[in-house]
């Protein structure tokens, strides 16, 4: 006779009674008599989830049984193994010296053999025991923070369900994922060719101390519609300062320029004859110079020719200067102070000289 399997059994039972409450539920709403009907298989259905959900633990402790009576087994045969091993390193040297016969060496050879054969199979049998415990664990693939959980005991759960019991996000290392437009696709595959590229991750709230990492990934395809390429870059977040779904700004450094001359970028100006500054010399006048800018950065330019390290260069004020207009050198602490103060009294005052600043 063959025995039903009590889980397809259980499952036809659970879907035959779910249809069955869907119809009685109808009923019920037509006739109230049909009420004591939809409660008792309702309790019925009840029992079922209390019955799988009490199987649960009891599988695990079978489980951790078997597996506990399997090892017990091994360890047993694998001393008795060892006996007869030793039993035939001694009837070798007895036999050599023809104190006992050929066949009972082969006889005790034999026997260690078959021990040999049933550790073996011991060894097979706790393997899969410890299958069987597993099913009795999820694990997750990855080293990271449990969410809140999806599912609960007692709820019902499908075979192949696309419903996550929960979701767990990877911390250390984590990836931190950005765009850049197209234009510099170029530069960033050269830069990258040549080795790691370094990133840094800031935080609005917290400017001075970014999180260092390194560029990890270039998307095979530009997103049409941004003009973008996708990047993403690996943290090793050691202090677990970068969080999952965080918002920071990645900045990524391609090579590093050394000895440049940088100025404040307003003090470039553009005139018929292209870039150019507003130079002060030794007796404090001015004098205009064309120059040739690099990159451009973060409010700073570099300037690859025309200017010298340790020239001051104005800032403000260019279109009130022309060749030759003397300036005076001001502090930057005390205009600042100045200004409040005028603010202060509710008048304004404009600036008729211009302001320099040094290239560094």
Known sequence: METPDLEEENQKFVVDNTRAIQLLEQAVARDPKFAGAYWALTEANMQLYRSSVAEAP??????EAALKQAEANLA???????????????????VDKQYVSKEQYDQIKTNADAAEAVVDADKAAVDNAKVQLSYCYIYSPVNGRV????????????????????????????????????????ALKRHMASGKLLL?????????????????????????STGTVRLKGVFSNGERRLWPGQFVNAALTLTTQGDAVV????????????????????????????????QTQQGESVITKGLAAGEMVVREGQFLLG???????KDPAKTDEAAKGEGSKGRAKSKTKGEERGAS
């Open 76 to 94: 047993r045969d694998a001393a008795q193994l060892n006996n007869w091993r030793e039993q035939v390193k001694r009837y070798r040297e007895l």
């Open 200 to 224: 840094d991750a800031s935080f609005p709230s917290d400017e001075g101390r970014p999180e260092q990492g390194r560029l990890e990934f270039i998307d095979n395809a530009v997103d049409r």
């Open 58 to 63: 009891e599988y695990r402790t079978r489980a």
């Open 263 to 294: 100025i404040p970028s307003e003090s470039i100006q553009v005139g018929p004859e292209g870039q150019q500054v507003f130079v002060v010399t030794g007796d404090k006048r001015v004098e205009q110079r064309l120059v040739t800018v690099g």
């Open 323 to 329: 060749p030759g207009a003397r300036v005076d050198i």
């Open 147 to 186: 969410g809140s959980y999806l599912v609960n005991e007692g709820n019902l759960v499908r075979v192949n369900d696309g419903a996550p019991l929960v979701v767990i996000n990877q911390i250390s290392p984590i990836f931190v994922s950005f765009a850049v437009p197209e234009q510099y696709l170029t």
